[in-house]
Protein backbone atom coordinates (compact mmCIF):
# COMPACT_ATOMS: atom_id res chain seq x y z
CA UNK A 1 0.00 0.00 0.00
CA UNK A 2 1.22 3.32 -0.83
CA UNK A 3 0.55 6.61 1.41
CA UNK A 4 1.07 10.07 1.82
CA UNK A 5 1.63 11.15 6.00
CA UNK A 6 1.15 14.75 6.69
CA UNK A 7 2.36 14.87 10.46
CA UNK A 8 1.22 18.29 11.43
CA UNK A 9 1.54 19.84 14.38
CA UNK A 10 -1.82 18.92 16.24
CA UNK A 11 -2.60 16.13 13.62
CA UNK A 12 -1.91 13.62 11.06
CA UNK A 13 -3.83 13.42 8.19
CA UNK A 14 -2.76 10.01 5.83
CA UNK A 15 -4.00 10.01 2.55
CA UNK A 16 -3.58 6.66 0.26
CA UNK A 17 -2.31 6.26 -3.44
CA UNK A 18 -4.95 5.03 -5.43
CA UNK A 19 -4.79 4.75 -9.26
CA UNK A 20 -4.06 8.69 -9.42
CA UNK A 21 -6.56 9.27 -6.49
CA UNK A 22 -5.50 10.35 -2.47
CA UNK A 23 -8.34 9.83 -0.17
CA UNK A 24 -7.99 10.68 3.28
CA UNK A 25 -7.69 7.86 5.77
CA UNK A 26 -9.97 7.76 8.24
CA UNK A 27 -9.34 6.42 12.09
CA UNK A 28 -12.48 5.59 13.89
CA UNK A 29 -14.18 7.58 11.76
CA UNK A 30 -12.30 10.99 11.55
CA UNK A 31 -9.89 11.93 9.26
CA UNK A 32 -6.99 12.80 11.37
CA UNK A 33 -4.71 11.31 13.96
CA UNK A 34 -3.24 13.58 16.77
CA UNK A 35 -0.11 14.29 16.60
CA UNK A 36 0.58 13.54 20.51
CA UNK A 37 2.42 11.87 22.58
CA UNK A 38 1.47 11.20 26.68
CA UNK A 39 3.24 9.17 28.93
CA UNK A 40 2.60 8.27 32.90
CA UNK A 41 4.70 8.09 35.75
CA UNK A 42 5.53 4.39 35.05
CA UNK A 43 6.73 5.39 31.81
CA UNK A 44 4.45 4.03 29.88
CA UNK A 45 3.91 5.92 26.62
CA UNK A 46 0.42 6.51 24.72
CA UNK A 47 0.52 7.94 20.78
CA UNK A 48 -2.07 9.61 18.73
CA UNK A 49 -5.91 8.48 19.60
CA UNK A 50 -4.60 6.49 22.88
CA UNK A 51 -2.74 9.64 24.25
CA UNK A 52 -5.36 12.38 23.06
CA UNK A 53 -7.30 9.82 25.78
CA UNK A 54 -5.54 10.10 28.37
CA UNK A 55 -3.93 13.51 27.97
CA UNK A 56 -6.06 15.73 30.51
CA UNK A 57 -5.89 12.57 33.11
CA UNK A 58 -3.79 13.63 36.57
CA UNK A 59 -0.20 12.15 36.19
CA UNK A 60 -0.46 11.48 32.13
CA UNK A 61 1.22 15.06 31.34
CA UNK A 62 1.23 15.06 27.20
CA UNK A 63 3.47 18.38 25.37
CA UNK A 64 1.15 20.69 23.61
CA UNK A 65 3.24 19.43 20.18
CA UNK A 66 5.72 16.88 20.32
CA UNK A 67 7.18 17.92 17.12
CA UNK A 68 7.72 21.35 17.88
CA UNK A 69 10.47 19.32 20.37
CA UNK A 70 12.59 17.94 17.06
CA UNK A 71 13.10 22.05 15.89
CA UNK A 72 16.90 21.44 17.45
CA UNK A 73 16.88 18.03 18.31
CA UNK A 74 20.00 15.99 17.86
CA UNK A 75 19.96 11.99 17.97
CA UNK A 76 19.94 11.78 21.51
CA UNK A 77 18.02 14.55 22.99
CA UNK A 78 15.49 14.01 24.85
CA UNK A 79 12.41 14.94 26.36
CA UNK A 80 10.84 14.86 30.28
CA UNK A 81 7.39 12.86 30.39
CA UNK A 82 5.86 12.85 33.64
CA UNK A 83 9.47 12.63 35.62
CA UNK A 84 11.27 10.27 32.88
CA UNK A 85 13.57 10.86 30.32
CA UNK A 86 12.74 10.04 26.88
CA UNK A 87 15.01 10.35 23.55
CA UNK A 88 12.74 11.83 20.83
CA UNK A 89 14.10 9.80 18.21
CA UNK A 90 12.77 7.43 19.98
CA UNK A 91 8.87 9.18 20.82
CA UNK A 92 8.62 9.50 16.95
CA UNK A 93 9.15 5.99 16.51
CA UNK A 94 6.53 5.20 18.53
CA UNK A 95 4.21 7.52 17.17
CA UNK A 96 4.81 5.96 13.69
CA UNK A 97 4.66 2.55 14.91
CA UNK A 98 1.70 3.15 16.31
CA UNK A 99 0.35 5.28 13.59
CA UNK A 100 0.74 1.79 11.52
CA UNK A 101 -1.10 -0.20 14.25
CA UNK A 102 -3.89 2.37 13.58
CA UNK A 103 -4.02 1.47 10.33
CA UNK A 104 -4.52 -1.78 10.37
CA UNK A 105 -7.14 -1.57 13.03
CA UNK A 106 -9.04 1.76 13.16
CA UNK A 107 -8.69 2.94 9.29
CA UNK A 108 -10.43 2.30 6.25
CA UNK A 109 -7.67 1.77 4.70
CA UNK A 110 -7.81 -2.01 4.62
CA UNK A 111 -4.34 -2.57 5.73
CA UNK A 112 -3.77 -6.09 6.74
CA UNK A 113 -1.29 -7.30 8.93
CA UNK A 114 2.67 -7.75 7.33
CA UNK A 115 1.00 -5.93 4.07
CA UNK A 116 4.25 -4.01 2.75
CA UNK A 117 3.54 0.02 3.12
CA UNK A 118 5.48 2.95 1.39
CA UNK A 119 5.31 6.05 2.26
CA UNK A 120 6.28 9.52 1.64
CA UNK A 121 6.12 11.34 5.36
CA UNK A 122 5.56 15.35 4.77
CA UNK A 123 6.54 17.99 7.77
CA UNK A 124 4.68 21.37 6.01
CA UNK A 125 3.89 24.52 7.61
CA UNK A 126 6.70 24.74 10.29
CA UNK A 127 9.92 25.57 8.04
CA UNK A 128 11.81 25.88 11.43
CA UNK A 129 11.18 22.10 12.52
CA UNK A 130 12.97 20.80 9.32
CA UNK A 131 15.57 23.52 8.52
CA UNK A 132 18.19 20.93 8.83
CA UNK A 133 19.40 17.40 7.29
CA UNK A 134 20.00 16.23 10.51
CA UNK A 135 15.71 16.87 11.21
CA UNK A 136 14.70 15.10 8.29
CA UNK A 137 17.15 12.11 8.80
CA UNK A 138 15.76 11.30 12.35
CA UNK A 139 12.12 11.11 10.59
CA UNK A 140 13.64 8.99 8.19
CA UNK A 141 14.99 7.18 10.46
CA UNK A 142 12.33 7.12 12.99
CA UNK A 143 9.98 5.85 10.53
CA UNK A 144 12.34 2.93 9.39
CA UNK A 145 12.34 1.75 13.02
CA UNK A 146 8.88 2.00 13.45
CA UNK A 147 7.92 0.28 10.38
CA UNK A 148 9.78 -2.69 10.26
CA UNK A 149 10.83 -2.26 6.10
CA UNK A 150 8.63 -0.18 4.85
CA UNK A 151 9.90 2.32 2.25
CA UNK A 152 9.75 5.88 3.36
CA UNK A 153 10.79 9.26 2.26
CA UNK A 154 10.88 12.19 4.43
CA UNK A 155 9.68 15.10 2.89
CA UNK A 156 9.64 19.25 4.02
CA UNK A 157 7.39 21.97 2.24
CA UNK A 158 5.92 19.68 -0.55
CA UNK A 159 3.31 21.71 -2.94
CA UNK A 160 0.72 20.38 -4.39
CA UNK A 161 3.05 19.92 -8.00
CA UNK A 162 5.43 17.61 -5.59
CA UNK A 163 8.68 19.78 -6.38
CA UNK A 164 10.00 21.68 -3.78
CA UNK A 165 13.81 20.49 -3.32
CA UNK A 166 12.61 19.63 -0.11
CA UNK A 167 12.32 15.59 -0.20
CA UNK A 168 14.71 12.92 0.24
CA UNK A 169 14.60 9.43 0.13
Not at 28 to 41: K, M
Not at 69 to 85: F, S, V
Not at 124 to 134: G, H, K, L, T, Y
Request: charged share 20%; glycine share 10%.
Amino acid sequence: MRLGIDFGTTHTVVAAVDRGNHPAVSFDGVDTSPSIVAANAAGELRFGVDAAAVRHEPGCPAPRSFKRLLADAGPQTEANLAGRNHRLADLLTGFLAQLKSDLQRRSNAGLAPGETIEAAISVPSCPVIFRSDASKVRTKSSSAKASNGCTTTACRGMNTSGSSGGCRS
